[in-house]
C-alpha cells in the first residue's frame, strides 16, 4: 500500500485539488474498465467535492453513464432525512446530473439495520462476484475521534472480518450507523481521505503519526491490500503533522 499526503493552504483549494482529482480518476477508470465504481463518504467536507463535481463546466466531462454510485457509510434514517447522506449526495450532485437510476446503489437505510446492512451487501456482492468488492474509488472522511466511515472507537464494527457491509451500533451516538467493514475498504483500488479544519489536527497527526491503536483510532484500519491511499489536507487538519509530511 502506497500512502500520500497532500497539503492545501486552504479549504476550498484542497477540495478544488480533489474535483479535479476525482474526475481524473473516474476517467482513468472508465477507459481502463469500462466503468468506475465511486464510493461516497457523508459529512460536511466533501459537500463542496460534490457540488463540484456536479457543477456544469466539470459534469460535462465526466460519463456519467459509466460511473456508479455507492455510500461508505449511512445514517439510520429514511433518505429524505436531514442527516441522510444520501440526501447530501442527491441534493448537491445526483439531482445536477443525468445519472443512470440503476447506477446509484442506495443503503436502504429506512429499514432494520441488520436487514439494510444484508440487503446492501448482497447489491454489493451482484456488482462485486468474488471475496472482496474492487472499488475504483473509496471517499473518507476522519472524525475528531479518529473514526472514518461509520467505523467508531471501540464498536463492534471494528472487529468485522467477513461481512462487505454491516449494521454498527454507536452507543457515543445512541444510534444506529451502516458501513463498509475495515476489509471491504481495504480491498478497493484508490482510498481519497479528505479532512479539513484545526478540529482534524489532533485525529490527523494521531492517525498518521501516532500509535498504532485502532480499537481508539478507527483509521489506522485503513491500510489498502493492493491500492494507493491518499490523504487531501488543509494546513489548519495538516498543523499536527511532523513537519515535511505532504
Ligand atoms: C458520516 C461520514 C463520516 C464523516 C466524518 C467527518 O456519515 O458522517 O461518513 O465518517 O466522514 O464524520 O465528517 P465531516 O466531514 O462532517 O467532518
Given at each position: 500500500m502506497?500512502q500520500?499526503?497532500?497539503?492545501?493552504p486552504q479549504?476550498?483549494?484542497?477540495?478544488s485539488?480533489a474535483?479535479a482529482?476525482?474526475?481524473?480518476e473516474v476517467l482513468?477508470?472508465?477507459?481502463?474498465?469500462g466503468?468506475?465504481?465511486?464510493?461516497?463518504?457523508g459529512g460536511s467536507?466533501p459537500?463542496?467535492?460534490?457540488?463540484?463535481?456536479g457543477d456544469p463546466?466539470?459534469a460535462?466531462?465526466?460519463p456519467?453513464?459509466s460511473?456508479?454510485?455507492?455510500?461508505?457509510?449511512?445514517?439510520?434514517?429514511?433518505?429524505d432525512?436531514?442527516e441522510?447522506n444520501?440526501r447530501?449526495v442527491?441534493?448537491t450532485?445526483?439531482?445536477?446530473v443525468s445519472i443512470?437510476?440503476?447506477?446509484v446503489h442506495?443503503?436502504p437505510a429506512?429499514?432494520d439495520?441488520?436487514?439494510?446492512?444484508?440487503?446492501?451487501?448482497?447489491?454489493?456482492r451482484?456488482?462485486?462476484p468474488?471475496d472482496?468488492p474492487?472499488f475504483?474509488?473509496?471517499l473518507l472522511g476522519i472524525?475528531t475521534?479518529?473514526?472514518?466511515?461509520?467505523?467508531f472507537?471501540?464498536?463492534?464494527?471494528?472487529?468485522?472480518?467477513q461481512r462487505?457491509?454491516i449494521a454498527?451500533q454507536v452507543?457515543?451516538?445512541?444510534?444506529?450507523?451502516l458501513?463498509?467493514?475495515?476489509?471491504?475498504?481495504?480491498?478497493a483500488?484508490?482510498?481519497?481521505?479528505?479532512?479539513?479544519?484545526?478540529a482534524k489536527?489532533d485525529?490527523?497527526?494521531?492517525?498518521l503519526e501516532?500509535p498504532?491503536?485502532?480499537?481508539?483510532?478507527?483509521?489506522?484500519l485503513?491500510s489498502?491490500e493492493?491500492?494507493r491511499?491518499?490523504?487531501?489536507l488543509?494546513q489548519r487538519?495538516a498543523?499536527?503533522l511532523?513537519?515535511?509530511r505532504?
Open positions: 502506497t500520500e499526503i497532500r497539503i492545501y479549504a476550498d483549494i484542497m477540495q485539488a474535483i482529482f476525482l474526475t481524473g482513468r477508470s472508465v477507459a481502463a474498465r466503468r468506475c465504481s465511486l464510493v461516497l463518504s467536507t459537500e463542496p467535492v460534490y457540488a463540484g463535481l463546466s466539470v460535462k466531462n465526466i456519467w453513464e460511473v456508479h454510485f455507492f455510500w461508505g457509510d449511512e445514517r439510520h434514517v429514511p433518505p432525512h436531514p441522510s444520501y447530501m442527491r441534493d450532485l445526483l439531482a445536477r443512470p437510476e440503476e447506477n442506495r443503503v429506512e429499514m439495520p441488520r436487514m439494510a446492512a444484508f440487503r446492501y451487501e448482497e447489491d454489493l451482484s456488482f462485486y468474488g472482496w474492487r475504483d474509488i473509496v472524525g475521534d479518529g473514526h472514518t466511515a461509520s467505523l472507537p471501540h464498536t463492534a464494527g471494528l472487529q468485522e472480518e462487505w457491509f454498527n452507543s457515543a451516538l445512541d444510534a444506529w450507523r458501513t463498509l467493514s475495515k476489509n471491504a475498504i481495504n480491498a483500488r484508490l482510498t481519497l481521505v479528505l479532512a479539513a479544519g484545526e489536527s485525529a490527523v497527526a494521531t492517525a501516532g498504532h491503536q485502532p480499537e481508539i483510532t478507527p483509521i489506522q485503513i489498502p493492493d491500492g491511499m491518499l490523504w487531501f488543509d487538519a498543523a499536527e511532523k513537519k515535511g505532504g
